[in-house]
């Protein structure tokens, strides 16, 4: 079992910045990829960033390239996403989640755990 608990979101101006962090509990989380996906409203939910368990490789999706960057640091059992150059259709919930067989994929089914989410609002 993992569980997930996300922080650090709020609501910022076009063009700032902004660091999520997902707190993991459990014993596998440096066996775990993990992953961010965000849901706006009235949207489904939609793959952001994923790292593999050592963090030698990253993926984003081409909206956030060159602007999001995914880190892990597994001593502290952390992931992170650096967001920055911020736009306004990146408001959304970014959830956290947890993929236990390492696929480190862009398919939100192969995540089996996930965080309660944290809220990004960005102003224009």
């Known amino acids: 079992q993992v569980q997930l608990v996300e922080s650090g979101g709020g609501l910022v101006q076009a063009g700032g910045s902004l660091r999520l962090s997902c707190a993991a509990s459990?014993?596998?989380?440096?066996?775990?990829?993990m992953a961010w996906f965000r849901q706006a409203p009235g949207k489904e939910r939609e793959f952001v960033a994923t790292?593999?368990?050592?963090?030698?490789?990253?993926y984003y999706a081409d909206s956030v390239k060159g602007r999001f960057t995914i880190s892990r640091d597994n001593a502290k059992n952390t992931v992170y996403l650096q967001m920055s150059s911020l736009k306004p259709e990146d408001t959304a919930v970014y959830y956290c989640?947890?993929?236990?067989?390492?696929?480190?994929?862009?398919?939100?089914?192969?995540?089996?755990?996930w965080g309660q989410g944290t809220q990004i609002t960005v102003s224009s």
């Open positions: 989640a947890a993929d236990p067989r390492g696929l480190a994929t862009r398919i939100i089914n192969t995540y089996d755990y």
């Open positions: 459990g014993r596998t989380f440096s066996d775990s990829a």
């Open positions: 790292i593999t368990r050592t963090g030698s490789n990253t």
